[in-house]
């Protein structure tokens, strides 16, 4: 008999995005049913780098200690020329604005095992690996997703007869580049341009060997472009261009690997744990939700590595639509929240792919005189420096306030003498931030303090100095008071994914920046069916 699984939240794919997003909503204390088509865990390297905002929703996410196992704080990033010569400079491992070095390198398999084990620790999250999603339709009040067995036959894995379906309110697709969730729900895959073949290796150094190698580099050499970069503690990595007159085989043989490694490793220094030709592309999804299905990650979009933000991208994904969920599980919006989550990663993400396509372009030279002239700018200093990351352009922001869309800062605070981080004392949800002694409370009329209780709008009070009895943290850091006074703003709404919706030069304008929220939250003050998480997890 087949198998019938009733759930608030379906997930197909279980990588690092798709896991982060069960363990987020299982953490909400919603129902979640994942489902794999690969029957174990892939044990092999590929993402080896996160950068300061996804360490922040690690360690929010309760990952502190596996982090330190299985990363390192980033370092010098520099693109050199054939000569060795600097072209570029980027200090990874300067203080960012989320408190901790910009960047750190990991290794994904680790990642993942700690990942999966959290996941697994947590009763409302079940995990279907070894199945496949092979049908996929919906309706008014949810989705219905039937799925196969996944078997190992004559050395290969192919769908069986079995099947078991599930029943939920939304479906989300983290199901790889491939996707059948984007591609049962006709939603069209976009080609932004950039193909280019690079063959990965990662190795294993010998215990006691130290190369002699850039941190992290890339040797903008026309003869063979090539990437050198931590795999996290204990491993590194290569990646080598295929040139135009290579083929695909020759370049993947065991023989070739050694000899393109050969200049800073050998079989006697190090071990080879996995080389594989990769097809470096740049396509984005044109809408990524169709009614209750949602996409996230690569099934979203794919990039070029070159900034590192492959793997980033998608975790930011699962961030930014946890919390989406839970105002729609929970009645406190409508499903245009779910419009707002293309209008806000879409384009950040079209950003990021399109740095890096341009930074892709500049590493991808392979034509001598092409390199000369890039070296010749570059060493001049007539490039333009990159651009800052992007933030939020649109979606769920203060129509034409200050700071909306930018990431906000992260540092500690202190009450009662006691110095904690920031998300670890308020958590996660709407934060009302509010310099100084006076109180925002003051300012508000009863709908709108039915509005902060209704969606649990944490409101922290900051100054120089802590007075336990207001309710008022010392900022340790300074990063708030300066963040806040850089922009002259006396208030700031952080939304629970710690982006800026808006901010306000005095507490009078308040009011107004709160009705703005609830209006495009589609809540009215009149509304009085408003339900508690634990009344929604329980319906």
Partial sequence: MKQHTTVDVAIAGYGPVGQTLAILLGQMGYTVAVFERWP???????????????????????????????????????????????????????????????GYLFNQPSLEAALDRKAKSLGNVQIHQGWEATALTQDASGCDMVLNRIIRQDGKFTLNDEQQSVRARYVIGADGANSFVRQSS?????????????????????????????DIGQWCNPERPTTMVPGGPGYRRWEFMRLPHESIEDLQSIDKVWSLLSRWVTPDTADLVRHAVYQFRSRIAANWHRGRVVLAGDAAHVMPPFMGQG??????????????????????????LLDSYTLERKPQIRAVIEASMAMGKIVCVSDPIKAAERDAAYLSGNVAPLPPFPGLT?????????????????GSIEIDGKVSRYDDVIGRSFHLLVRGEQDPLAVLTPEQLEFIAAYDVSIVRLAETS?????????????????????????????????????????????????????????????????????????
């Fill in 394 to 410: 649109d979606g769920l922001l203060q129509m034409d306030g200050h700071m909306r869309g930018i990431l906000g800062v992260h």
């Fill in 186 to 214: 006709g939603i069209e895959w976009q080609d932004l341009g950039f193909q280019e073949d690079w063959l990965v290796v990662d190795l294993q150094p010998k215990p006691g060997v130290k190369l002699d190698v850039p």
């Fill in 311 to 336: 793997m980033c991208s998608g975790i930011r994904d699962a961030w930014n639509l946890s919390w989406r969920l839970d105002l729609l599980l929970r009645g406190l919006a409508d499903d245009a």
């Fill in 40 to 102: 174990a865990l892939y044990p092999l390297p590929r993402a080896v780098f996160y950068d300061h905002e996804i360490r922040r929703i690690f360690l929010s996410m309760g990952l502190g200690e596996e982090l330190e196992k299985v990363s390192q704080s980033s370092g010098l990033y520099q693109w050199f020329n054939a000569d060795w010569k600097v072209l570029v400079e980027i200090d990874w491992s300067a203080e960012s604005i989320s408190d901790g070095p910009f």
């Fill in 467 to 539: 007075d336990s009895d207001k309710g008022i943290y010392r900022d340790v850091s300074g990063k708030y008071l300066n963040f806040m006074d850089e922009a002259g703003l006396k208030a700031v709404i952080v939304r629970p994914d710690y982006y800026c919706y808006g901010g306000v030069a005095d507490l009078e304008a308040l009011p107004k920046l709160l009705d703005s929220l609830r209006a495009q939250l589609q809540i009215s003050a009149k509304q009085a069916n408003v339900i508690t998480k634990t009344e929604a997890h329980h319906a």
